[in-house]
């Protein structure tokens, strides 16, 4: 079955750096996008960075230049490079990847940007 385990959400101060993984199994998955969303409690789930299978890439306005995603097929993992973190980056980091219609997700990751 699909599964996606994402790691690397800690508290970290304004200005920082974090890089999330994801690791995949269940699926081909250099064949698959994907993408990392965040949720705030209380708020819609946003999608954050995208990743195609030929590593083509796009992000939320609200990340572009401080956030990269990329993916190491051989590893069947994906990353989130964060820099110039922010406190309104707080947030669950989710890991997703929709095949044939139907989405799934990892059970996420907390990302706590605070002094």
């Known amino acids: 079955q699909v599964q996606l385990v994402e790691s690397g959400g800690i508290l970290v101060q304004p200005g920082g750096s974090l890089r999330l993984s994801c690791v995949a199994s269940?699926?081909?998955?250099?064949?698959?996008?994907m993408r990392w969303y965040r949720q705030v409690l209380g708020k819609e789930r946003e999608l954050v960075a995208t990743?195609?299978?030929?590593?083509?890439?796009d992000y939320a306005d609200s990340v572009k230049g401080r956030f990269t995603i990329s993916r190491d097929n051989a590893k069947s993992t994906v990353y989130l490079q964060m820099n110039s973190l922010k406190p309104e980056d707080t947030a669950v980091y989710f890991c997703?990847?929709?095949?044939?219609?139907?989405?799934?997700w990892g059970k996420g990751t907390l990302v706590t940007v605070s002094s």
């Open positions: 269940g699926f081909t998955f250099s064949r698959y996008t």
């Open positions: 997703n990847v929709r095949i044939t219609g139907t989405a799934y």
């Open positions: 990743i195609t299978f030929d590593s083509s890439t």
